[in-house]
């Protein structure tokens, strides 16, 4: 066992995520041009109140010690307590976690939560590491960490390639190092716990729900019946399948999938719960599920489809594709997928794009429900929070459809400029201190 992983490190593929902080700062002063948005104020959204860079040291199974550097981005607080992902990937550095946290800044906003924004994560591939190393990884970042996170102060969540056993490690580390009168009351320093440990009943399918909630929200208001109509979807983590469930059970049908081994098609439907159950007993792949046509990376976006389903990583939708694209509407399950060329080539051909700020805001909406229901020492059930990410998501896509209709600009300047015109009024009435 030796050194089996050090010969795999090299061969890890590194995706760059290029130009994600150019992407969403075009986007955003592209709002905030929209806007007029205060130069004062321009200025402060603009940059990070803080970037947090810690290297650690971690014992493998072998015996060995690795370093391992993690991240923390904290873009702004003016409504609230930072709130934002931990992902465990390969592509993870300050650039991206900079931009993803000033997507939560607008994300947060614009769901009407008490929240900033923020991002980070570990540069690592975790496909590496066995689960006790993975553990050992997670707690020791937590330590590193510890005073920059807190119940009050920056409260993070499951992004790529963490989940709620991640979160419950944290929230183990994080409560362990404070006094035993405080632990308990420490317990909502992370959200997205696994239920028996202070989780919220139905986060786990939260950020899928919302997709799906969004996609049913604009077919409603266009007078779209779900049933029949195709759909692909790239990933098929938690996020992936959970709007595809959903989607099914309205009668639409899923006709293609890429995962980051390659991608399938079948025109005539995919079932959800076979497809997933596959992917769950293939070590997290749909790479040769019966029945279907393999589709090279390149293509899969071209499959012939009514709604496309980016919930993978950045930058997917680009020039290089968009033109490619058949679907009618593409609802951004992940952060960033589409920069602003591929963006600009999409609403060219008069294709709609349910904005990620809005599309995937169900997952951090669960959150503070999860958040709430820690402070508050209550449990709610699943059809209680199902229905309150519900209205919640319901208000935040009519005020964007009607801004979006009312001002002639598409779905994500609407999103950007409510989301900023929110921020704004706080330093407005607040002031800036001393």
Not at 43 to 70: A, R, Y
Not at 319 to 328: D, H, M, Q, T, V
Request: glycine share 10%; charged share 25%.
């Amino acid at each position: 066992m030796g050194n089996s992983k050090k010969d795999l490190k090299p061969k890890v593929k590194k995706v760059p995520l290029k130009g994600m902080m150019d992407n969403v700062m075009e986007q955003f002063n592209s709002a905030a041009n929209h806007i007029n948005l205060h130069p004062n104020i321009r200025k402060i959204l603009s940059i990070t109140n803080n970037e947090i860079l810690v290297n650690f040291p971690v014992k493998m199974d072998n015996g060995d010690v690795e370093v391992f550097t993690g991240y923390r981005v904290q873009h702004n607080g003016a409504l609230g307590p930072y709130k934002g992902g931990l992902r465990y990937h390969a592509t993870v550095d300050l650039d991206a976690a900079r931009a993803l946290a000033m997507w939560m800044t607008w994300k947060t906003s614009l769901a009407g939560l008490p929240y900033g924004g923020a991002k980070g994560g570990i540069k690592i591939d975790p496909a590496l590491y066995s689960e006790s190393e993975l553990e050992r990884i997670t707690r020791r970042f937590t330590y590193a960490l510890a005073d920059n996170i807190g119940p009050e102060h920056d409260i993070p969540a499951p992004d790529v390639n963490t989940n709620s056993q991640t979160m419950a490690w944290i929230a183990d580390t994080y409560m362990s190092s404070r006094p035993p009168a405080q632990r308990s009351a420490n317990q909502h320093v992370v959200t997205g716990k696994p239920d028996g440990s202070g989780g919220l009943e139905g986060r786990d399918r939260a950020t899928g729900f919302g997709v799906y909630l969004t996609i049913k929200f604009w077919a409603d208001n266009n007078d779209m019946d779900l049933n029949g109509k195709k759909f692909i979807v790239q990933g098929f983590g938690n996020v992936g399948y959970w709007a595809s469930h959903f989607l099914e059970k309205d009668g639409a049908k899923l006709v293609g999938v890429q995962d980051a081994q390659g991608g399938i098609e079948n025109q005539d439907g995919l079932n959800v719960e076979a497809l997933f159950k596959y992917n769950h007993e293939n070590k997290g792949t749909i790479i040769n599920y019966p029945d279907c046509s393999p589709v090279e990376k390149s293509e899969f976006f071209a499959i012939d489809c009514d709604i496309c389903i980016p919930a993978a990583l950045g930058n997917q939708i680009t020039k290089k594709n968009a033109s490619k694209i058949k679907a009618k509407l593409i609802a951004e399950g992940a952060n960033g997928p589409t920069n602003v060329e591929g963006e600009n080539i999409l609403l060219e051909r008069g294709i709609v794009i349910i904005p990620d700020i809005l599309c995937n805001s169900g997952g951090v909406i669960g959150s503070y429900y999860e958040w709430l229901q820690n402070r508050s020492g209550e449990i709610w059930h699943l059809e209680e929070v199902l229905d309150k990410l519900r209205k919640k998501l319901k208000v935040s896509f009519d005020k964007v459809h009607d801004y979006s209709e009312s001002e002639g600009v598409d779905m994500r300047t609407a999103a950007f400029c409510i989301a900023i015109k929110r921020i704004e009024k706080a330093y407005i009435q607040r002031g800036i201190f001393p």
